[in-house]
C-alpha cells in the first residue's frame, strides 16, 4: 500500500516507525508543520525544553540511559545553532542522536533569510553526518537511514535539515523496511586471528590489566555481562575510563577504580606498570594518557574498537581488532575456554599482591571537617544513602564530576551520564530530565556544581512541566574549583575570574520555579537533608555548601606521566612544569 | 626518481611494507577515494583535512559513474606514516565514504596532471619556447602573435620542470588540475 503525505507528516511516521516515544524540542517558524503533526497525534510525546541546548543534551541522557537512539527537533537559524554545542557533546562521546531541523524553504536558501543559517555547513564538523533534504519524496527513506546511521559502529549524532517547503510538500511515504539498504555497515565481528593472538598474550601475561571505556556501554548489556564474565574467570584487574563506569561492577573483586588524570593511584599505577593492556572500547584519550611518550612503556597492548580510525590515532598498539565490543569479546571467551582457560597463576598472585600495595595507600583519603562538608564526604553520604536504589546519576563538569566518578560507585552500565570528551558544563541538568523522562520511577540525581548548573538552569522549567522529580544536587562551593584548582597549582594562585559572584539564593530559586530547595551547611545535617530530597515528590534543589578551597586528588599534572601522580596538596608545590601548563 | 618512476618514500616495489611505523619521516601519499556524489561531500573531505589538520598537496573531484552516482576524489597529501594511516582511517568511516585506496603503497600506479602554460614573448624566447614545448610533447591550443597557450599532461614533476624552462621565456600564467590517478594492471 503505498501513502501520500505531507512531509510534515512523514516525519512523525517516520519516527513512529523507528519505535521513537519521546521528541525534545521547541518549536518556531521553520518547524511550525511538524509540530501541527505532532499535535495531531499521541504516540509521541514532545518534551518542550527551555533552550535547545537543553533538547540535546536532554536526547542524550535519554539515549544514554535506555541505549535507545536520543530524537530532539529544532527551528531553523538559532534552534539550530543552539544544537551545535550538544551536537559536539555527543559526537565526541558516541551518543546516538537525530536532531531535526527546520530550515528555510528551499527557494530562499542562500538569500540570507529571517532565521536561515547554513545548518549542514555548521554541524558537518559536529555530527556523524548530516543531510539537507530537498525533496519530499527522499524525506522519509532519509530519516531511516539517518537512524541506521546514528545507531551503527560507532554511535553518533545525525542531524537533517528539512525546508519548510519540503515539510508543506505531499509524496509517497517509504515503510522502514522498503528503504534502501545502506552501504555504511561497519564490521563487527574482529578477526580472529588477532583475537587469538589477544588470547595467546592473555593466558602467559604475568600483569594484565583491563583498560575499558564506553564503548563496552554502547555496546549493550550483553558486553558488559561478557566483560564481567571474562574478569572474573581470568582474574585480572580491570579500572576504567569516566564513560565506561558500571560495564564491570565497582563492588567487583577486581575493580581499581577509574584510571586517569583525577583516577585512583592503584589503577593508573596498574596502567603504568602493567605487561599486557587489555583496551576494550576506549580511546587513549589524553586525560588518560598523561606523557605519550612514558605511557605504560612496558606493555604489550591490544586494542578492540569499533571505530578504525580510533586504534593507532595516539597510542601504537600490538594486537588492533577493529570490531564490536560484545562480539568480540563473545569470540575471545569463548576461544580463551576452548584453549583451556590458561593463566599465568604465578604472575597474577605477584601483580594482585602489588595492586593490593598500591591500594593500601588509599588515595582517596581527605581530611574531614566536622564544621563544615567536605564535597567528597557529601558524595559519600549520597554514596551510602542512595545505594542500592534503582539509581541513576548525571553530572555537570568540573571538581565535582570527578569526585562524583570516584566517591559514587556503578553497579550496572547505562547507570552513569557524563559529559566526558567536551566536558560541556550545563550538560547534566538536561541530562538528568532525560534520564527521568525514560525512567518515571526511578531516583534520578545530577550531581552538579553551582557554576555548571547556573549555565542551564531554565530546564528546571521543564521538569517542573513535564513532572520530572529530577534531584539536583549542588556541591556549592562560590568557586569555579577545577578552574580555581589550576590557577592554584599553575598560575601562582591568581584567581581570575573563578570566583561565582551574585550567586541566587537556591531555596528561593527552587521556589520560584515551584519545587523545593533546601541549603545545608553543617555536616551534621547532611544525612537528613538528602533523605528530605530524595522522599520529596518532585523536582530537587539542594545547595549543599561545602569547604571553598578543596583540590581534587589524586591528580596526574598535565604532560606528567602516571607513576608521577599527586596525591594531596603537600606534593603540589612547583610540580607543573611550563610545557604542561599548556596541555591544559 | 628511479628509472622505475617509483617515487621516494614508497615502498612499492617491494614484497615488504619496508616503513617503519615509528620514523618521523614526512611522506607524500596519493589516495583515490570512492564517494557517494552528494551534495556536501567533497567540503567534508576537505573539512576533515582542515579540522584535523592534515596537508592537501592537490585534489581532484568529479564525478566518475553517473548512474550510480560515484565520484572519485584523488588527493595527494604529506605526513608521517603514522597521519597517513590516521587519513585513511578517517576518511574510510564517513558515511559517502566507500572507498579509499593508497595508490603509493597498493602496487604500480600512473598519475597524471594537466596544465595549461600562458607564454607571451618575441622573437628568440617565442621561438624557444615553442622548440622546449615540442621536446616536453605540449601541444599549442591557443597563439596570437605575442602568446602561445600550451596544453601538457605528465606526472607533477614534468610540470614543474616545464614550468621552471618557461618562466625566463614568459611565463604569465598556469592552471594545474591537480593528480589524477589509477593503479597500473588489471
Redesign the interface.
Known amino acids: 500500500m503505498t501513502r501520500q503525505m505531507t512531509g510534515a507528516r512523514m516525519v512523525v511516521q517516520a519516527l513512529k516507525d523507528q519505535g521513537v516515544e519521546v521528541v525534545f524540542g521547541y518549536p518556531g517558524g521553520a518547524v511550525l508543520p511538524i509540530y501541527d503533526e505532532i499535535f495531531q497525534q499521541n504516540d509521541i510525546r514532545h518534551v518542550l525544553v527551555r533552550h535547545e541546548q537543553g533538547a540535546i543534551h536532554m536526547a542524550e541522557g535519554y539515549a544514554r540511559s535506555t541505549g535507545k537512539v536520543g530524537v530532539a527537533l529544532v527551528t531553523s537559524g538559532p534552534g539550530a545553532t543552539n544544537a551545535v554545542t550538544g551536537l559536539t557533546d555527543a559526537l565526541l562521546d558516541s551518543i546516538p542522536l537525530v536532531v531535526l531541523s527546520g530550515q528555510v524553504p528551499t527557494f530562499m536558501i542562500g538569500t540570507d533569510g529571517f532565521q536561515e543559517a547554513d545548518t ?2 555548521i554541524t ?2 559536529c555530527t ?3 543531510w ?1 533534504v530537498k525533496d519530499t519524496a527522499k524525506l522519509s527513506e532519509t530519516i531511516h537511514q539517518a537512524f541506521h ?1 546514528a545507531r551503527s ?2 554511535p553518533g549524532p545525525v542531524l537533517i535539515d528539512i525546508p519548510k517547503d519540503v515539510q508543506f510538500a505531499q509524496s509517497i511515504y517509504t515503510p522502514m523496511e522498503k528503504a534502501k539498504v545502506s ?2 555497515q ?1 564490521v563487527v565481528k574482529g578477526d580472529i586471528d588477532q583475537i587469538t593472538r589477544m588470547v595467546e598474550l592473555m593466558e602467559t601475561a604475568e600483569r594484565p590489566v583491563f583498560y575499558t571505556g564506553g564503548g563496552v556501554v554502547n555496546s549493550g548489556p550483553a558486553a558488559s555481562q561478557l566483560l564481567r564474565e571474562f574478569v572474573e574467570a581470568t582474574g585480572f584487574p580491570i579500572t576504567s575510563t569516566l564513560m565506561g563506569l558500571g560495564s564491570y561492577p565497582a563492588s567487583g573483586k577486581a575493580w581499581l577504580g577509574m584510571l586517569g588524570m583525577h583516577g585512583l593511584y592503584e589503577a593508573n599505577l596498574a596502567m603504568h606498570g602493567c605487561d599486557l593492556m587489555i583496551n576494550i572500547g576506549a580511546r587513549f584519550d589524553d586525560r588518560i594518557t598523561g606523557r605519550i611518550k612514558d605511557f605504560s612503556p612496558h606493555s604489550k597492548k591490544i586494542h578492540v574498537d569499533i ?3 580510533s ?3 595516539v597510542i ?1 598498539v600490538d594486537v588492533p581488532i577493529v570490531g564490536d565490543v560484545g562480539h568480540v569479546l563473545e569470540d575471545a571467551l569463548r576461544l580463551w575456554k576452548a584453549r583451556g582457560r590458561k593463566v599465568n597463576k604465578a604472575g597474577l598472585a605477584k601483580w594482585w599482591k602489588q595492586i593490593e600495595e598500591w591500594r593500601a595507600v588509599k588515595c582517596l583519603t581527605y581530611k574531614n571537617s566536622d564544621k563544615v562538608i567536605k564535597p567528597q564526604y557529601a558524595l559519600e553520604r549520597l554514596e551510602a544513602l542512595t545505594k542500592g536504589m534503582d539509581r541513576y546519576i548525571t553530572t555537570e563538569v568540573g571538581q565535582h564530576q570527578m569526585w562524583a566518578a570516584q566517591f559514587l560507585g556503578f553497579e550496572a552500565p547505562n547507570r552513569w551520564m557524563t559529559s566526558g570528551g567536551l566536558g560541556t558544563m550545563g550538560y547534566g541538568l538536561p541530562a538528568s530530565i532525560g534520564v527521568q523522562i525514560a525512567h518515571p520511577e526511578s531516583l534520578v540525581i545530577n550531581v552538579a556544581g553551582e557554576a555548571s548548573w547556573l549555565m542551564n538552569m531554565q530546564e528546571m522549567g521543564t521538569a517542573m512541566q513535564f513532572r520530572a522529580p529530577v534531584k539536583q544536587f549542588i556541591l556549592n562551593n562560590e568557586r569555579l574549583g577545577m578552574v580555581r584548582q589550576w590557577q592554584e597549582l599553575l598560575h601562582g594562585e591568581r584567581y581570575s575570574s573563578s570566583w561565582s559572584e551574585s550567586l541566587p539564593d537556591f531555596v528561593k530559586l527552587a521556589e520560584a520555579f515551584g519545587c523545593k530547595g533546601i541549603q545545608v551547611s553543617d555536616p551534621k545535617d547532611l544525612d537528613d537533608a538528602i533523605m528530605e530530597m530524595i522522599r520529596y515528590d518532585g523536582p530537587f534543589i539542594f545547595d549543599c555548601r561545602v569547604e571553598k578551597h578543596e583540590n581534587c586528588f589524586p591528580m596526574i599534572p598535565s604532560g606528567k606521566p602516571h607513576n608521577e601522580m599527586l596525591l594531596g596538596d603537600a606534593d603540589t608545590q612547583g610540580v607543573i612544569g611550563s610545557k604542561g601548563a599548556v596541555l591544559v | 626518481m628511479s628509472p622505475l618512476n617509483i617515487k621516494k618514500g614508497s615502498t612499492s616495489h617491494s614484497a615488504y611494507d619496508l616503513r617503519d611505523p615509528n620514523a618521523e619521516v614526512i611522506e607524500t601519499h596519493t589516495l583515490a577515494v570512492v564517494v557517494d556524489n552528494e551534495s556536501g561531500v567533497l567540503a567534508r573531505v576537505i573539512g576533515l583535512f582542515s579540522g584535523r589538520g592534515y596537508n592537501i598537496e592537490s585534489l581532484t573531484v568529479a564525478e566518475t559513474d553517473h548512474a550510480a552516482h560515484m565520484s572519485r576524489i584523488t588527493v595527494v597529501t604529506t605526513g608521517t606514516p603514522q597521519v597517513i594511516e590516521q587519513i585513511k582511517a578517517q576518511l574510510a568511516r564517513m558515511v559517502p565514504v566507500h572507498e579509499v585506496h593508497d595508490l603509493t603503497v597498493e602496487g604500480p600506479s600512473v598519475q597524471r596532471e594537466l596544465a595549461l602554460f600562458k607564454v607571451a614573448g618575441k622573437g628568440e624566447a617565442r621561438i624557444e619556447a615553442l622548440r622546449l614545448a615540442e621536446i616536453f610533447r605540449a601541444h599549442v591550443v591557443d597563439s596570437t602573435l605575442e602568446s602561445f597557450v600550451f596544453e601538457m599532461t605528465g606526472t607533477p614533476e614534468k610540470i614543474d620542470s616545464f614550468a621552471e624552462l618557461m618562466r625566463p621565456l614568459g611565463l604569465r600564467e598556469i592552471a594545474r588540475t591537480g593528480v589524477a590517478a589509477l593503479s597500473r594492471g588489471a
Do not use: Q
Open positions: 549542514v555547513g558537518r564538523p556523524k553526518h548530516n539537507l546511521v559502529g560507532r552501504h555504511y561497519p571505530d578504525p580510525s586504534i593507532n590515532k601504537r
